[in-house]
C-alpha cells in the first residue's frame, strides 16, 4: 500500500560560487613530473579552480548558498535548517562551517550542522533534508556542499594534486504538498571496511598535531587511487540500477544523469554500463576537477545555468566517495527555469 505523505521535499533552487583563480595542468607541469596529456587521458581534467589564501570554505559556501536562496524567492529568515557537507572545514572541528555560513548570511536561531561523508555528502544532506521535512518538523532547508580542497592537498604528490579543487553548490529544498515536486527516492550508504582508501590522517584523535605530523605530512589527503577507481565504478553502477529499477524508471527517461564528478573515466564507464547516451551526463569534471561535497551541485548549477535544465525535469544523483561512502537520488528540479 503506497503511503500518502502531507509533506514532500523539493528542490526548489541551486545555486555555486566557482573561485576565481584556475590551476592549469601547465601550471602542474611546473610544479610536479606530470604531463597536460597524462591528466587528460587518465582523468579527463584540464583546469580546477583554487580559492585565494583568505578565502575559506565558508565564503565559498555562503556565496553559493546566498544565491541558492534568492534563486527560490525566499528571505534569508524563511530558511529554518542549515546544513552543510565537507571534508575542508573552516575549523577541525568546531564551530561548524554550518554555523559560520549562517552567521555570514545574518540567519540566526536556526539549527545548523555540518556532516562528514565526503564526495557523498551533498546527497547525503538531501536524505536528510528530505527526513526533516517529510516529518514536518522543517520547511525551508539550505544545502551546501563546500570544499577548499586545496588545504588538504600535498602539491608534491602528483598522485592526488593533479585532481583536486576548490568551489561549492547550494540548494533550498522545501516543503510542498504537491506530490509530482516531490524527491522520489535517496539511498545513502556506507562501508567502513574501506576507511583506508581515502585518508586524511592528522588531525584528529588518532594524529593530535604534533612534529611527526607536520614532518610526515599527515595532514594531506591520501588516497588508494586505482583501488578507489575500479570499486567507485563497480557501486555507482549497482547503486543507479537498484533506484531505478525500484522506482520502475528506464534510464532512457533519464534527461540529466549528474554523476560525481571525479575522474570522466569512471563517469564513462559507468555511463556506458547504464546506456546512458551522451547528452544525458552531465560532465564537469573537466572544468572544475574533483571539488568533493561540492561537485553535484556545482554541475547542477552549470546545467541550470547554462538553460540545460528546465523546471520539472527529471535529475539522478549518484556519487561515491571518502568512508567510504555513496548515494543516489531520483528527484524532478522543481524551481523555475533559467
Ligand atoms: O572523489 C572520491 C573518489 N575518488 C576517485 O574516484 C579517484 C579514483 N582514482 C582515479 O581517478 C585514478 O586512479 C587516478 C587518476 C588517481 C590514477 O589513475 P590510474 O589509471 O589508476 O593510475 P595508477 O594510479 O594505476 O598509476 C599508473 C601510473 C603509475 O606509474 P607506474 O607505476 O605505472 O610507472 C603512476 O606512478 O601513472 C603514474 N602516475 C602519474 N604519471 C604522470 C600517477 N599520477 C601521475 C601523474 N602524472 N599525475
Redesign the pocket.
Known amino acids: 500500500m503506497s503511503q500518502t505523505k502531507s509533506h514532500y521535499a523539493s528542490f526548489r533552487s541551486i545555486g555555486a560560487y566557482v573561485p576565481e583563480k584556475i590551476l592549469s595542468n601547465a601550471d602542474?607541469e611546473k610544479m610536479?613530473?606530470?604531463?597536460d596529456e597524462?591528466?587528460v587521458k587518465?582523468?579527463g581534467i584540464s583546469e580546477r579552480h583554487i580559492a585565494a589564501q583568505d578565502e575559506v570554505t565558508s565564503d565559498m559556501g555562503a556565496k553559493a548558498a546566498q544565491l541558492a536562496i534568492e534563486r527560490a524567492a525566499l528571505n534569508n529568515d524563511e530558511i529554518d535548517l542549515v546544513l552543510c557537507a565537507t571534508v575542508t572545514p573552516d575549523y577541525f572541528n568546531m564551530p561548524s562551517t554550518a554555523c559560520i555560513i549562517s552567521d555570514k548570511l545574518g540567519i540566526r536561531n536556526v539549527q545548523a550542522f555540518d556532516i562528514s561523508a565526503?564526495?557523498s555528502g551533498f546527497v547525503y544532506l538531501l536524505s536528510i533534508a528530505k527526513a526533516f521535512i517529510e516529518s514536518g518538523m522543517k520547511k525551508n532547508v539550505l544545502v551546501i556542499g563546500a570544499e577548499k580542497f586545496s588545504s588538504i592537498v600535498d602539491y608534491t604528490d602528483?598522485?592526488?594534486?593533479?585532481?583536486?579543487g576548490d568551489g561549492a553548490g547550494a540548494a533550498v529544498i522545501s516543503a510542498t504538498d504537491n506530490a509530482e515536486e516531490g524527491f522520489i527516492d535517496v539511498h545513502a550508504s556506507a562501508d567502513g571496511s574501506y576507511a583506508d582508501?581515502?585518508v586524511t590522517p592528522a588531525p584528529g584523535a588518532i594524529n593530535p598535531v604534533s612534529q611527526k605530523v607536520i614532518d610526515e605530512g599527515l595532514n594531506f589527503v591520501q588516497?588508494k587511487?586505482?583501488?578507489?577507481?575500479k570499486?567507485?565504478v563497480k557501486t555507482l553502477t549497482k547503486d543507479v540500477k537498484e533506484i531505478l529499477e525500484k522506482n520502475e524508471i528506464a534510464s532512457d527517461d533519464i534527461p540529466h544523469f549528474i554523476p560525481?564528478?571525479?575522474?570522466y573515466?569512471?563517469i564513462k564507464a559507468v555511463g556506458d554500463a547504464l546506456k546512458m547516451r551522451e547528452e544525458q551526463v552531465v560532465l564537469t569534471v573537466g572544468k572544475y576537477g574533483?571539488t568533493?561535497a561540492a561537485?553535484i551541485p556545482m554541475a547542477i548549477n552549470d546545467i541550470w545555468e547554462s538553460g540545460r535544465l528546465q523546471s520539472g525535469e527529471l535529475m539522478l544523483l549518484d556519487?561515491?566517495?571518502?568512508g567510504l561512502t555513496w548515494a543516489s537520488a531520483l528527484l524532478p528540479f522543481a524551481g523555475k527555469s533559467k
Open positions: 602542474l610536479v613530473d606530470t604531463t597524462w591528466i587518465r582523468t565526503a564526495c602528483r598522485s592526488t594534486c593533479i585532481l583536486f582508501f581515502l588516497m587511487g586505482n583501488e578507489t577507481f570499486l567507485a560525481h564528478q571525479a575522474n573515466r569512471i574533483n568533493s561537485s556519487t561515491f566517495g571518502g
